[in-house]
């Protein structure tokens, strides 16, 4: 399949906001998509995920500042991040699975892009 491709990765001031987008033709129509994010120190964890359907799941710490979305057209994924701290520094990716159900765990997907830096300063 064609690779997923981050992009909107960059370093921005705590408080702040990016807007992250992946390019996923043929994916964004019938399977599960999300964003995992790598912290240094920590292991890759997800932060939102989206099924076909529409539904959304977040992280904890994504609730309420993150937004996962996608455009079907466009078979664009992207995750809208406000008020980034610097907790949230670290290498963002783009998953997918073929499946109608996804799980908020990293063996879950095997699809992933090649990841997008966001760096956040105090």
């Known amino acids: 399949r064609v690779p997923l491709v981050e992009s909107g990765g960059d370093s921005v001031q705590a408080g702040g906001s990016l807007r992250l987008s992946c390019q996923a033709p043929?994916?964004?129509?019938?399977?599960?998509m999300g964003w995992f994010r790598q912290t240094p120190g920590n292991e890759r964890e997800a932060v939102a995920v989206?099924?076909?359907?529409?539904?959304?799941k977040y992280a904890e710490f994504a609730q309420g500042r993150f937004t996962i979305s996608k455009d079907n057209v466009k078979d664009v994924l992207f995750l809208q991040m406000d008020h980034l701290t610097p907790e949230d520094s670290g290498m963002y990716y783009c998953?997918?699975?073929?499946?109608?159900?996804?799980?908020?765990?990293?063996?879950?997907?095997?699809?992933w892009g090649q990841g997008t830096q966001v760096t956040v300063s105090a």
């Open positions: 989206v099924e076909p359907d529409g539904r959304t």
């Open positions: 998953v997918a699975d073929q499946a109608l159900v996804a799980t908020m765990t990293a063996t879950f997907f095997d699809h």
């Open positions: 043929g994916y964004t129509y019938n399977w599960s």
